[in-house]
């Protein structure tokens, strides 16, 4: 099987992160020092590192839509830095749902392939784009948003700068179909009837998180 990424666009995802996390508009608090202590208060060059990427380099693609993060969980160390990262694996034919970042815009700039990308705003208007390897896109802070690979025979690699450490997901699936909101609220604000929305609430384990970002 044809390994994940190759070395040079794998060196052109580190060199694009590193150039987007420039433009993503902070969005934490700020801190009165360099960086913050763990809670052990010392620190080396090892904490400084996040090394949770290496799995892109010679693996196998996924067969599914597949999110690697690196934010305050996963790299303490972005505690008070006001950036994270995420990098967002789509095979052919698979999306990321219809979510928001509560406390970040999301800037995505697409490594390869293609994606069809695009946000609602607080009027409904929707934007679309097709976007090309090479193209950025800007998810405004908040607004529901999504991505989808449309093409049937390649998969397509982007990488996400977000504005805060902790840019949070609300993914709407998840949010409406497995967090026991009532079936006859649902039913009326959808304008059906109960039995679709069972039927959409056992297959909850589509929207766990871990299916998006």
Do not use: C
């Not at 790299?75 to 052919?92: I, K, M």
């Amino acid at each position: 099987m044809a390994s994940r990424t190759s070395t040079p666009k794998f060196f052109s995802l580190l060199i694009s992160s590193f150039a987007i996390v420039q433009m993503a508009m902070a969005g934490d608090p700020d801190i009165i020092s360099d960086f913050l202590l763990p809670a052990n208060g010392t620190v080396d060059a090892n904490f400084f590192t996040y090394t949770g990427f290496r799995v892109l380099v010679g693996g196998d693609p996924p067969t599914a839509f597949k999110v690697l993060k690196a934010t305050l969980a996963e790299f303490p160390a972005l505690d008070g830095q006001s950036v994270s990262y995420a990098v967002l694996e789509f095979p052919s034919g698979t999306t990321n749902p219809p979510h928001t970042h509560p406390r970040s815009a999301e800037l995505l700039f697409l490594i390869d392939g293609t994606l069809e990308v695009g946000f609602i705003d607080t009027k409904n208007n929707l934007f679309t784009q097709t976007l090309q390897a090479g193209d950025l896109f800007v998810f405004p802070k908040g607004l529901v948003h999504f991505q989808y690979n449309a093409d049937a025979q390649n998969p397509a690699l982007a990488v996400s700068a977000f504005g805060s450490a902790n840019a949070g997901t609300v993914s709407l699936p998840n949010t409406l179909f497995t967090t026991g909101i009532d079936d006859n609220v649902l039913a009326i604000s959808f304008k059906t009837d109960v039995a679709t929305i069972q039927k959409l609430k056992a297959d909850g384990d589509r929207w766990r998180p871990g299916h998006y970002y």
